[in-house]
């Protein structure tokens, strides 16, 4: 299974862009996916999950309140809305899925994720 990310972009600080991840199967109608981001020379950090049911969403502390994820379920495809960009956003975002249904103190983990898709460049200039 593939994941297929998009959305990224040149922005200005303040500017909004919306993400999609696309899995190239419906292989996680039970699972979990999430955003993690990574900056240059920086490791890979959390970003956002949710569990595809939508019963459980999880946020890094920095973008509670500026960024949303959300899935539409007839389009098979996750998205994270990134609003109030800061330059510190400025990242590769990546999405990433597992096949199980993460509980909310594991869905930050890097490990717990099985599929990464290529990432997707956000660039924020202040």
């Known amino acids: 299974v593939q994941l297929q990310a998009s959305g990224g972009g040149m922005v200005q600080a303040g500017d909004s862009l919306r993400l999609s991840c696309t899995p190239s199967a419906r292989t996680f109608n039970s699972g979990t996916m999430g955003w993690f981001q990574q900056a240059p020379g920086k490791e890979r950090e959390f970003v956002a999950a949710m569990r595809w049911s939508g019963s459980t969403t999880r946020y890094a502390d920095s973008v509670k309140g500026r960024f949303t994820i959300s899935r539409d379920r007839s389009k098979n495809t996750l998205y994270l809305q990134l609003n109030s960009l800061k330059s510190e956003d400025t990242a590769v975002y990546y999405c990433?899925?597992?096949?199980?249904?993460?509980?909310?103190?594991?869905?930050?983990?890097?490990?717990?994720?099985?599929?990464w898709g290529q990432g997707t460049l956000v660039t924020v200039s202040s």
């Open positions: 990433a899925a597992t096949t199980r249904s993460l509980i909310f103190s594991t869905m930050a983990n890097r490990a717990d994720y099985d599929y």
